[in-house]
């Protein structure tokens, strides 16, 4: 700021890049950011719950019909989906006025790898203590 004839103005630079523009929104809010993220990473959460499921129960089909695939080989498949597919179902559409924000992705694919990779290795152990007591019982 600067003091012009009794006015205070802003001093503006010789350099565009420095000159502070007018914000704009870069979307449209009909509904507010945290109810949308809200909804967003309760699908996210729904997701990983039934991938999971689905991750013990072909834990029990390999046991059940004797298929030789190991445990640790259905992990590494789910979470390269974790890290690499599921994500960029859930990123935003690239917008075409090219004010495109990298937060939401970084946000999606944290949320995956963090929740996912936790979700993934608690089915695995869970699914570990549970052959280790049908062992168990079988062997008596």
């Not at 498949?77 to 994500?87: E, W």
Request: overall charge positive; proline content about 6%.
């Amino acid at each position: 700021m600067c003091l012009n004839k009794g006015r205070c103005v802003f001093a503006t630079s010789d350099f565009p890049s420095e000159n502070p523009r007018t914000q704009t929104r870069n979307f449209p809010y009909t509904n507010t950011l945290w109810l949308m993220q809200k909804t967003e990473n309760k699908m996210i959460l729904a997701l990983i719950l039934i991938i999971s499921l689905f991750q013990l129960t072909f834990y029990f089909l390999t046991y059940r019909y004797k298929i030789r695939i190991p445990n640790f080989v259905i992990l590494i498949l789910v979470l390269i989906g974790y890290y690499f597919i599921l994500p960029q179902f859930f990123y935003p559409k690239p917008r075409t006025d090219g004010i495109n924000c990298g937060m939401p992705i970084l946000g999606i694919n944290l949320g995956f790898w963090i929740f996912g990779t936790i979700g993934a290795l608690s089915s695995h152990i869970i699914w570990m203590f549970i052959k280790k007591k049908k062992n168990a019982l079988e062997k008596m």
